[in-house]
C-alpha cells in the first residue's frame, strides 16, 4: 500500500527549507526545534486533509480537559476521525 514515489510528501514540506532565512530569526535552537515541530503539525494536517485553523483551535483548548493518557487522539490523523465534526470553537470568531 505504500506509494512508489513521496512526492507528495517532499511538496508538504518544502515550506521548511524554503523558510531557512526565516529560521535564523528564532533566536535559539530551542527556538528553531519549536518551529519546526509545528511546521510539521501544520504539514501534517493539511496531509490529512484537516483546516489547521480549526484543529489548533480545537486542540489548543482541549488540552486542558483532555487525559494525558489518550493524548495520540490529538493527532491530526486521530483528531479528525474523532472531533472534526463538532470542533470547539474559538469565543472570539465571528
Known amino acids: 500500500d505504500v506509494p512508489i514515489d513521496t512526492n507528495h510528501l517532499e511538496r508538504g514540506l518544502r515550506c521548511i527549507p ?8 528564532c533566536w535559539s535552537e530551542v527556538g528553531a526545534e519549536h518551529v519546526g515541530i509545528l511546521q510539521s503539525l501544520l504539514t501534517t494536517c493539511r496531509l490529512q486533509g484537516v483546516d489547521p485553523y480549526t484543529y ?4 489548543l483548548q482541549r ?3 483532555h487525559p494525558a493518557s489518550r493524548v495520540d487522539e490529538l493527532t491530526p490523523r486521530c483528531w479528525k476521525a474523532l472531533f472534526a465534526d463538532a470542533p470547539l ?3 472570539i470568531e465571528g
Open 56 to 59: 489548533l483551535v480545537d486542540v
Open 89 to 91: 470553537r474559538s469565543d
Open 63 to 65: 488540552i486542558a480537559i
Open 18 to 25: 524554503m523558510g531557512k532565512k526565516n529560521w535564523m530569526f
